[in-house]
């Protein structure tokens, strides 16, 4: 009999829960009103897309006339970057933000250079960690936004948010926050933190693919994104998505009912997954900071490997991981975190990420750790590198 397949990649997306799909199909079907129209059907949309945004807001901590839904994480990075530089532009072009975003947040900056604004890329220390003192430092009469991911998608690295969020409060500067990876991970109290913006997406925990919100604290002032019709308040405007929606709220109610017992299971197949790897396969380190890291997240260099190779064998034994860099896009260029926190360009090519997710069990680590070794070993006997290395021992 075959094996079943091992998914690790719950970084990248995870699958639909049965609970999420099931509240969503009757919006498909049987409730397809347009939910901003005044009939029955619409108002049946409507008290759905409601719903949802209430079950986003208690999530966060946030009053329901504080969400906003989007396409995407990625959209509502783009939207709460360029729709906070729009709105203050007179009062000041200068962002900052951290040199391991992820793209949505990186490439908006820089489009937002080539119109005139002035952006600080912080450096982050060897743990992938931003300093909030870097942070104050930065601030100046001109800086209208800091823009910190809450945990990273790469190397799982958690962010001193609430410390940032207490000088951006003190300071007078919006704090937006990129937390897709946060979302059922971590507890988040946007008053408690003091964040004035944040992003997420559906897919990562287990909600449908296409689905995002941003977060907006009452009055702070931001243009909208998509112009045309009055859905969301007049601030994104398009017929609502209204099963995705629905979807969203149901997996972010879910995915935040119990976050201290869901983490605990996951810690324990991380840590194992760490500790056998760098007990067990030499010449290998461990990328991101080992306590202030996502419950799911383990991110591995191994020296004298190509990623690639890695995780084509990986995949040959039915294991789906990641090399939590470009490399997958098909991009030869080395992850921006891996070389942020000082990694050489070959190792960081030599690295692999594995998220673990709901379905995944300590058998599943032990299977990961047993292909690994023989993996390892194999690629490693063709390398000339590793040939010299040993020589030498
Ligand atoms: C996945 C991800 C995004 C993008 O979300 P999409 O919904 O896929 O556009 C943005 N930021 C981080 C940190 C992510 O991990």
Redesign the pocket.
Known sequence: MAEKRIYVDH???TPLKPEVLDAMLPYFTEYFGNASTVYAEGRETKKAVNLAREQVAKAIGADVKEIFFT???????NWAIRGIAKALRHKGNHIITSSV?????LHTCQELEKDGFEVTYLPVDEFGMVSPKDVENAIKDETILVTI?M???EIGTIMPIEEIGRITKEKGVLLHT????AIGMIEIDVNKMNIDLL?M????FYGP????ALFVRKGVKIAPFITGGAQERNKRAGTENVAAIVGLGKAIELATADIASHTEKLKAMRDRLIDRILEEIPYTRLNGHRTERLASNSNISFEFIEGESLLLMLDMQGISASSGSACTSGSLDPSHVLLAIGLKHEIAHGSLRVSFGDSNTMEDVDRIVEALKTIVARLREMSPLYEAVKKSE
């Open positions: 970084s990248a997306t396409g995407s994480g990625t959209e509502a990075d975003e992820h793209h949505a947040v991911m945990a990273n998608n990129d937390a897709v990876q992003s997406t559906g897919h990562k693919k296409g689905s995002g």
